[in-house]
């Protein structure tokens, strides 16, 4: 006998977008050299602050995933805090935090400061990253590494986004 219970899966969407002008603008940055925006549908309305976002994409990953990100960031010359600090987020300094969005930031030993920000969205979060690249060799660097970050925040977003449609 088939199994005709079925199941309502929240769709989890996660799209690349074009970054937003007014996205953008929020960067602290001197100047934006690469920027990506991802979009993530949970498929219900979630009420959560970006910073609740942030801390739901990068603190609640798995202790190996968190460890692997801290590490490939300190590769890449991201100057960290304290990964398991309550004034950061893995390691990450909120530079600029409100009820409508948190933008995180590092500043770079090897010439490449970044940017996280995180936007609420009534059924889900945007999620871009600013990068200032202020050398030939970061230029180089983040041309090698931008994929896997794409891959990466993706994946991120992709579980983040699995566990708000389970909370509510």
């Known amino acids: ?6 199941q309502e899966v929240p769709p989890r969407t996660v799209t690349q977008i074009p ?3 007014e996205v953008r603008a929020l960067s602290t940055l001197g100047r934006i050299d ?4 991802f979009r993530v549908d949970v498929g219900a309305v979630v009420d959560r602050t970006g910073e609740q976002w942030a801390r739901a994409m990068l603190m609640d990953a798995p202790l190996q995933v968190r460890a692997k990100l801290v590490c490939g960031w300190s590769v890449l010359g991201l100057r960290l805090g304290p990964p398991l600090s309550p ?3 893995l390691g990450w300094g909120v ?4 009820p409508d969005s948190v933008l995180l930031g590092a500043r770079s030993w090897a010439a490449m400061p970044g940017e ?3 936007r609420p969205e009534p ?3 945007l999620f871009a990253t600013f990068v200032q690249q202020d050398s030939p060799a970061a230029r180089a660097r983040w041309a090698r590494v931008a994929p896997t970050h794409q891959r990466v925040v993706r994946s991120l977003l992709t579980h983040a986004a699995r566990r708000a449609a389970a909370v509510g």
């Open 1 to 6: 006998m088939a199994d005709t219970r079925t």
């Open 19 to 21: 970054v937003p002008a």
């Open 34 to 37: 690469y920027a990506d925006a």
């Open 87 to 89: 004034r950061y987020v």
């Open 95 to 98: 530079r600029r935090g409100g």
């Open 116 to 118: 996280l920000l995180f």
């Open 123 to 125: 059924r889900g979060v």
